[in-house]
């Protein structure tokens, strides 16, 4: 009896410590990359590779690669071989690149997580299209009218195409030169009249 005792809590106590690790042992988890996790390079790989405990499932896997200024730089969708997964790598700027990815396990349990390394050399920036449009040649403006033209009327215009100058203050100033002329001549007669008259007046009484 007490070696059967024995026996069945040797049982008992196996299986409380199998059956507990059955679900952890389900679970996925990385276990590599390629650049791994950390890496300073000076040349860009062509493909990020990730390695996991067990295959990925296609249907419930996603990864994304951000470079600097969250500028998305994978090159393509992923593939998948075995437990591996590689994306395809498009470099941009030098600086900080951050692998995300998302798979699924075999208990449903997705598995979230993340590598990062840093690039030391960037591309290049791509030259300008030799088919750019050229700047339009800036157009060539009429010339403007110029002082002294005369309307079809023969008025005089302004420059630039104006309105035509009025005559009328000329015709004013020479109104206001003629009347003070008749003034000075109306004036003048006016003064030889009187001297005149003083003169006859003069003789008459010298005679008396």
Request: net charge positive.
């Amino acid at each position: 009896m007490a070696r059967t005792w024995l026996a069945v809590l040797g049982v008992a106590v196996g299986a409380s410590v199998a059956f507990p690790a059955t679900p952890a042992a389900a679970h996925n988890s990385l276990t590599g990359s390629d650049p791994h996790n950390g890496a300073r390079l000076a040349a860009a790989p062509k493909r990020i590779e990730l390695r996991f405990l067990a295959s990925p499932v296609p249907a419930t896997t996603k990864i994304t690669v951000t470079g600097p200024d969250n500028v998305d730089a994978a090159g393509g969708a992923p593939t998948f071989t075995g437990n591996r997964v590689s994306v395809p790598f498009r470099p941009g700027a030098a600086g900080l690149y951050i692998v995300d990815y998302r798979v699924g396990s075999t208990d449903g349990h997705p598995v979230t997580g993340e590598i990062r390394f840093t690039l030391t050399t960037g591309t290049p920036a791509e030259p300008p299209s030799a088919t750019a449009t050229a700047l339009p040649a800036p157009t060539a403006t009429a010339p403007s009218a110029t002082v002294g033209a005369t309307s079809p009327a023969g008025s005089p215009t302004a420059s630039g195409g104006g309105a035509p100058v009025s005559p009328a203050p000329a015709a004013g100033e020479s109104s206001d030169e003629r009347g003070a002329g008749w003034f000075w001549l109306l004036a003048a007669v006016l003064v030889l009249v009187l001297l005149g008259g003083g003169l006859l007046l003069r003789r008459r009484l010298a005679r008396r």
